[in-house]
C-alpha cells in the first residue's frame, strides 16, 4: 500500500490542485490494470516466471527456494542415519546409498527454503543457520503424518533419485517433530491451545514436502517448569507473494553457499 501510494504522489504534476490530479492517476491506474486482466497479452511481465531466479518447482504447487548448496555437505551422523533408516524403508534401490561414507556419513545437497501451496514461504534451520527452535522464524511447521496433524521444526531441504537412471528426484525434508500436544491443556481450552514440547535430535525424522501443510508460530511458554511451546498460526504469510510474483529473499545467503 505505502509504494502503491508513493508511486501514485510521484505522478501528480498539478501542485495547485493535487487531490483532484491524484483521484484521476488513482483511476487511470485502475484501468489500466482492468485492460490487462482482460487482454493478458497487453502487459508485458505476463512473460516473466513467477518465482525468482535458482529455485526450483518440484510440482503440485510446491517450490524449492534458495539458497541451495551447489557441491554436496556432509550431514551430521544423526541426520545420516536417519536419512538411511528412510532411505532402506521407501527407496531400497536408492543410489543415493553411493554418498554414505565408510563411517555412514551422508553427504547432500540442501535447500533452505520451500514454497508452499498457500503461497507461504517456509524457512528452515538451514536457511539462518540457527540450530535452535525460535518462534519467529518461519521454521515451524504443521504436518499431516499418517493421517495425524504433528508439528515440526525444519532443519533443511533436500531430493534424492529414487532408483537408478531416473531423472525425477523426490523433494525431502529433514524435521525434529515437537511431542504431543498436552492433552489437559488441549481439552480445558475447547481444542485451542497446542502445547508441545521440543525434542530437538531426539525426534528426527524424513517427510516428503507434500505432508508439510502450513507455516505456523511455536510460542515459548512454562508449564509446571517445563519449557513448552504452543502453536499459533501465523497470519498474512502471504504478503511475500505481491503482484504474482514472489519476492526473492536472502540474496546475501547466494555468496555464502559453495
Same mark, same amino acid.
Given at each position: 500500500m505505502e509504494r502503491t501510494i508513493g508511486n501514485l504522489v510521484e505522478e %501528480? #504534476?498539478?501542485p495547485s490542485n493535487p487531490y483532484a490530479n *491524484?483521484? #484521476?492517476r488513482a483511476i487511470r491506474r485502475a484501468q489500466i490494470n482492468a485492460l490487462k486482466a482482460i487482454i493478458p497479452s497487453l502487459d508485458p511481465d505476463t512473460s516473466k516466471p513467477s518465482i525468482p #531466479?535458482?529455485?526450483?518447482d518440484i510440482g503440485g504447487g510446491y517450490v524449492l527456494l534458495k539458497s541451495h548448496e551447489r557441491s554436496r555437505h556432509a550431514a551430521t551422523a544423526l541426520e545420516s542415519r536417519t536419512i538411511?533408516?528412510?532411505l532402506q524403508h521407501h527407496y531400497p534401490q536408492s543410489p543415493e546409498f553411493n554418498y554414505f561414507d565408510a563411517t555412514g556419513i551422508f553427504r547432500l545437497h540442501r535447500w533452505a527454503r520451500l514454497q508452499l501451496l498457500n503461497l507461504q514461504s517456509n524457512r528452515s534451520m538451514f536457511a539462518t543457520r540457527e540450530w535452535r527452535p525460535n518462534a519467529r522464524r518461519a521454521r515451524n511447521v504443521k504436518l499431516l503424518l499418517d493421517s495425524k496433524i504433528q508439528f515440526g521444526a525444519v532443519h533443511f531441504f533436500f !531430493? %534424492?533419485?529414487p532408483i537408478e537412471g531416473s531423472h525425477q528426484q523426490v523433494p525431502l525434508a529433514l524435521i525434529s517433530l515437537y511431542s504431543p500436544p498436552n492433552k489437559n491443556l488441549l481439552q480445558l481450552s475447547s481444542e485451542v491451545v497446542y502445547s508441545c514440547q521440543y525434542r530437538g535430535e531426539d525426534s528426527l525424522c524424513v517427510v516428503s514436502v507434500t505432508a508439510i501443510q502450513a507455516v505456523v508460530a511455536m510460542v515459548p511458554h512454562t508449564i509446571d517448569e517445563e519449557n513448552?511451546? +504452543?502453536? +499459533?498460526k501465523q497470519p498474512g504469510m502471504d504478503v511475500a507473494y505481491r503482484g504474482g510474483f514472489l519476492v526473492? !529473499?536472502? !540474496?546475501e545467503l !547466494?555468496?555464502? *553457499?559453495?
Open positions: %501528480i #504534476r498539478q *491524484l483521484g #484521476r #531466479r535458482w529455485s526450483k538411511c533408516n528412510y !531430493e %534424492i533419485q513448552c511451546f +504452543f502453536m +499459533f526473492d !529473499e536472502n !540474496e !547466494e555468496e555464502q *553457499l559453495g
